[in-house]
């Protein structure tokens, strides 16, 4: 059973940092794509960045050139650097990785004050 655990998620101001982190139970070599999403309050859940199965990178529009997604497969977790945080960024954010099925973790809040 997959298990994906999100972390770092908090309340700062406008301008600032998080950067989260997602521990996978067992090797992250596994899955064919990883990833984040958001769900920004009363609106659908979005693609935020991921690796592809390809093994490439894709943002979405939005947090392009503020947000970097890396990983490190020794310790089989997933970053999201965010910088420049700005108000419209406020959401739940969820690790999500897929290897036949779709895994998602239980998410972790980020709310950025003006």
């Known amino acids: 059973q997959v298990q994906l655990v999100e972390s770092g998620g908090g309340l700062v101001q406008a301008g600032g940092s998080l950067r989260l982190s997602c521990a996978a139970s067992g090797s992250i070599f596994r899955f064919n794509v990883m990833g984040w999403y958001r769900q920004p309050p009363g609106k659908q859940r979005e693609l935020v960045a991921v690796f592809t199965s390809g093994g490439s990178t894709n943002y979405a529009d939005s947090v392009k050139g503020r947000f970097t997604i890396s990983r490190d497969n020794a310790k089989n977790t997933l970053y999201l650097q965010m910088n420049s945080l700005k108000p419209e960024d406020t959401a739940v954010y969820y690790c999500?990785?897929?290897?036949?099925?779709?895994?998602w973790g239980q998410g972790t809040q980020v709310t950025i004050s003006s």
């Open positions: 999500h990785a897929r290897m036949g099925n779709y895994y």
